[in-house]
DNA sequence: ACTCCCCATGGAAACGATTCCATCAGAATT
DNA sequence: AATTCTGATGGAATCGTTTCCATGGGGAGT
């Protein structure tokens, strides 16, 4: 607002009122070998100018700006939400800042965003990847440094298999859960997925064996409306199921407030058990039965492994935890 | 990972294909005039070699990395995290990447952020400020162009009163919900503050009129454990209040949480109004009555007037909304 | 026919940092 | 004493873009 905006003090000027070259001050100021003498002087000049380096500039030289891209679904679903805090958390230690988009699950939204991600030659992403995952070939072999989070894709690229990714133990998270279901006696146990939760759907006909009722298991889409449709579908459909198991928290809102508006009581009618475990889980009526994901380490892990250089791990696997609150009963 | 990692295509490559100078290329693609022969033929070179226009020299030379930087205090709060989906969507469809930073609510931080979006010379900002904003002021002059949004700082400085600001109708909100409770018959009603939450406190007071009772206004920080500590201290050393409105949806949960702990019965015992309305607030039991804040729109809006260049009006008001659910009763 | 003006155009400067390379002084080695 | 080595230092190139300015050609106006 009409201020006169002046110049930012630049190297330039620090060399000038140390005595020194433009070199000097920055190989003293980017830890570059130097005299006592010299070092001294360049820190008090760069000290009493209030000398702050033009991220600009450097990452025109450099050919990359610093920082770590974030790509996640949906930032108002609590789980991202939380990957997201890792993410920063760990970025803050490191002093890089963090560029955020999101993708809507949506892999056209995904591929225009890594696309920009280029243009800004960023070259550092932390992603929970939506579709296949073919997008971000082309991008790696260009020098992208990348990460996955939460996910991984299908992944039939050779490159993409290279990628690193943080995930929660969801095979034992499922199977722990199963176990605890079919522990309480329950035989008909449905699955709330999202798309895209393949490996989740995998683990739960691998937990199940004989149990296994392909026409338990349902798809929605990531949205509320997509969600509810699809656990009232599900409960209207087959009023012999006993148990659910939500792949999510918005799945398990969703079928919450299905079955309470289709009058099946929990845990009395239907037991539920849900994947990740959310604030509200307690406040719940009743309290949910969750398998907890740790979120955050997930996106803390991730940040991490984006900003080391070196040999990384191709997965790490984080446990999960199944918290039992009040949402199961032993089948009626 | 070990590729050979090929020079990306530059102006200048652009321009000797289509065989003019690269200053002709750079104002074909940014809209400057040129004949019509030549913005063909630069075009056409354009996309044939998939030429992308690179941030950096770009941000170098106009002395400023476009984008927009976000501060808010905790993006696994809801209302924080519907914020910044409002101010995604709207730098999305000006294209503009989006810098993301969470200050803690910690004016340290917040002033530690600031300091390092200069160094980024980021001039475009959505803040939820902590403190009394006086780190904001420098940054200001220097140039900086400020929003804020969900707040405003308590603002003595000249510069801060310019800076324009998206808000929730605070003061309508809690007029409406302490008009509903004393409509339900309740005198004694207490408010869970935040810090920080100066406005929403004096408009407490406000409406309360005749029946203001200081000893009934509490104030937490923004942790979980502060919250529930108030809140349970509230609800011990008065037994006598009969109804809460609660600042957040932080210090609902606490309310909840804390009421259930003592045995104090929702709405039996206690009415309960929340601020912020979550997905939870239904499923809750019983469900919550909320005034609800529209934080994406605040998000949007705010992200709307960083972008805009002309005069901007200095504070934006949305509107909040009751949501009666079941949370309130009358006094008994 | 002459002048004037406008527009398209390209060369070159500028932005602010890092880094290559040449230089030079002084110490260490032969 | 001559030579080599080491470490500090500064000049200049470089990154990719935008933008200033000079140039030149062609059309319009007198």
Same mark, same amino acid.
């Given at each position: 607002m009409g201020s006169p905006a002046q110049r930012r003090t630049t190297i330039k000027d620090v060399a000038e009122m140390a005595g020194v070259g433009v070199a000097t001050v920055s190989r003293v100021l980017s830890g570059g070998s130097a005299s006592a003498e010299t070092r001294e002087r360049v820190l008090d000049a760069a000290t009493k100018l209030d #000398?702050?380096?033009?991220?600009l500039g450097r990452n025109l030289r450099q050919q990359r700006s610093g920082g770590i891209a974030l790509l996640i679904p949906d930032i108002t679903d609590s789980i991202y939400a939380r990957l997201t805090d890792g993410v920063l958390s760990c970025a803050r230690s490191y002093r890089e800042p963090v560029t955020i988009g999101v993708t809507g699950d949506d892999p056209e939204q995904e591929a225009d965003l890594v696309g920009s991600l280029l243009e800004q030659s960023m070259d550092r992403v932390v992603a929970v990847p939506s579709g296949n995952g073919e997008m971000w070939t082309?991008? =790696?072999?260009?020098?992208? %440094?990348?990460?996955?989070?939460?996910?991984?894709?299908s992944g039939e690229q050779r490159a993409l298999d290279e990628v690193p990714a943080v995930l929660a133990d969801d095979r034992a998270g499922v199977r722990t859960a199963v176990e605890y279901l079919t522990g309480l006696g329950h035989r008909k146990i449905g699955f709330l997925a999202r798309h895209g939760q393949a490996e989740r759907v995998e683990a739960f006909r691998a937990a199940l064996g004989d149990l296994l009722d392909e026409d338990l298991i349902v798809h929605a889409r990531a949205s509320r409306d997509s969600a509810y449709a699809a656990a009232a579908g599900l409960l209207q459909r087959r009023p012999d199921l006993s148990a659910v198991l939500a792949g999510g928290n918005k799945l398990g809102e969703a079928a919450v407030l299905a079955a309470r508006e289709l009058d099946v009581r929990i845990p009395r009618d239907l037991s539920l058990v849900m994947f990740d475990d959310v604030p509200w889980a307690e406040l719940c009526s009743p309290p949910l039965t969750v398998i907890a994901q740790p979120?955050? %380490? =997930?996106? #803390?892990r991730a940040a991490e492994l984006v900003m080391r250089q070196g040999r990384r791990p191709r997965t790490v696997l984080l446990p999960?935890?199944? =918290? =039992?609150?009040?949402?199961c009963g032993p089948r009626r």
């Open positions: #000398y702050r380096p033009s991220a082309p991008a =790696i072999r260009a020098g992208l %440094d990348v990460v996955f989070a939460d996910r991984r894709v979120g955050q %380490d =997930i996106g #803390y999960t935890e199944l =918290i =039992i609150r009040g949402s």
